[in-house]
């Protein structure tokens, strides 16, 4: 496993369609999140998964937007009813829990999904 | 929304220079962490500096805190064209169930020259 894979790494769509975003992260990692990134800022954070279990939900994360972790495996991020304004980058990273309550806060992130709304 | 921000947005600097980044952030933290991302790529840890530290290296890196001004700052040492990039601090919010929220500031885009 060579690290936090995602797919595709480009979407263009037009306005109103839907998509569907894939992330495969490290295979030990129980822990996986959503970021989108627009142009010139910092990642923002939009979702938490811990397994299959969708823990933390930005305010970002309007009702067009869904994510799930069925089997905490890989992830996926739906938008539907796509605006202009959602064109960003969607960034997945993913972070292990580790024993006896310690944990790792670095996080390990994939190449993106570029979307741009047309 | 952007825990802090970072200083400067643009640095050009000649290989073999020294680069400096500063960040500040707004809340009281666990840890602060430094990130690099190239163009267009995805984020990669570059290193962590927990809340009771005021100082950590790593290889050219050094990274200080000072909790009191809620601030810190990447030093990178002999820089290389390779470390052409932009940097973004992030600080970590603990959730009640477990795992971190991190929460980045704006960057700063790096260009070392030949």
């Known amino acids: 496993d060579t690290g936090v894979s995602q797919d595709p790494r480009h979407k263009i769509t037009k306005r109103g369609q839907n998509v569907t975003f894939r992330c495969d992260p490290i295979?030990?990692?129980?822990?996986l999140y959503w970021y989108r990134q627009t142009l010139g800022q910092g990642p923002e954070f939009l979702t938490y998964f811990q397994n299959e279990a969708q823990l933390e939900k930005s305010r970002l994360l309007s009702d067009r937007f869904s994510a799930e972790r069925p089997k905490g495996s890989f992830s996926t991020l739906e938008i539907q009813r796509t605006e202009q304004g959602d064109s960003a980058m969607y960034l997945c990273?993913?972070?292990?829990?580790?024993?006896?309550?310690?944990?790792?806060?670095?996080?390990?992130f994939g190449q993106g999904t570029r979307l741009t709304v047309v | 929304s952007q825990q802090g921000e970072e200083d400067p947005q643009a640095l050009s600097i000649q290989e073999g220079e020294n680069a400096t980044m500063n960040c500040s952030y707004k809340?009281?933290?666990?840890?602060l962490q430094w990130y690099r991302q190239n163009s267009g790529r995805g984020l990669v840890h570059l290193i962590l500096?927990?809340?009771?530290?005021r100082e950590k290296h790593s290889g050219r890196l050094r990274v200080t805190l000072d909790t009191s001004k809620k601030s810190s700052s990447l030093l990178i040492t002999a820089s290389r064209a390779a470390d052409t990039a932009s940097y973004f601090c992030?600080?970590?919010?603990?959730?009640?169930?477990?795992?971190?929220?991190?929460?980045f500031g704006t960057g700063t885009q790096l260009k070392v020259e030949l």
């Open positions: 809340t009281s933290i666990n840890n």
């Open positions: 295979s030990e990692h129980n822990r």
């Open positions: 990273a993913s972070s292990p829990l580790l024993g006896g309550g310690a944990s790792r806060t670095e996080a390990f």
């Open positions: 500096i927990r809340s009771n530290e």
């Open positions: 992030a600080t970590d919010d603990p959730f009640t169930g477990g795992g971190n929220k991190l929460t």
